[in-house]
């Protein structure tokens, strides 16, 4: 078992600057990838970001290639989403995740533990 809090979101303009931050407990941190997805009201949730367990490997929507930059700290627990040159459209509910396992898949139901999701919006 793993809880899982997420923190950092807020309002911010276009083109400005958030950093997400997620914070684990329960089963030790290194041993498994997270994943950051994000949901807009009435719509599917959606893949934005993995890294694997030690966070020499990341992976990115398109949508958020060279914006968004997902990293990890093992001795804190912690897994963060920096998220530059935002734009109207990331505005949903981000939420970090995982499966406690080695693998990171890019489909949300393959995930079994969430956060509670941090609000972002970004105002034009």
């Known amino acids: 078992q793993v809880q899982l809090v997420e923190s950092g979101g807020g309002l911010v303009q276009a083109g400005g600057s958030l950093r997400l931050s997620c914070a684990a407990s329960g089963r030790t941190f290194s041993t498994y990838a997270m994943g950051w997805f994000r949901q807009v009201p009435g719509k599917e949730r959606e893949f934005v970001a993995t890294?694997?367990?030690?966070?020499?490997?990341?992976y990115y929507a398109e949508s958020v290639k060279g914006r968004f930059t997902i990293s990890r700290d093992n001795a804190r627990s912690m897994v963060y989403l920096q998220m530059n040159s935002l734009k109207p459209e990331d505005t949903a509910v981000y939420y970090c995740?995982?499966?406690?396992?080695?693998?990171?898949?890019?489909?949300?139901?393959?995930?079994?533990?969430w956060g509670q999701g941090t609000q972002v919006t970004v105002s034009s």
């Open positions: 995740a995982t499966r406690l396992v080695v693998a990171a898949t890019t489909t949300p139901s393959d995930y079994a533990y």
């Open positions: 890294i694997s367990r030690s966070g020499g490997i990341t």
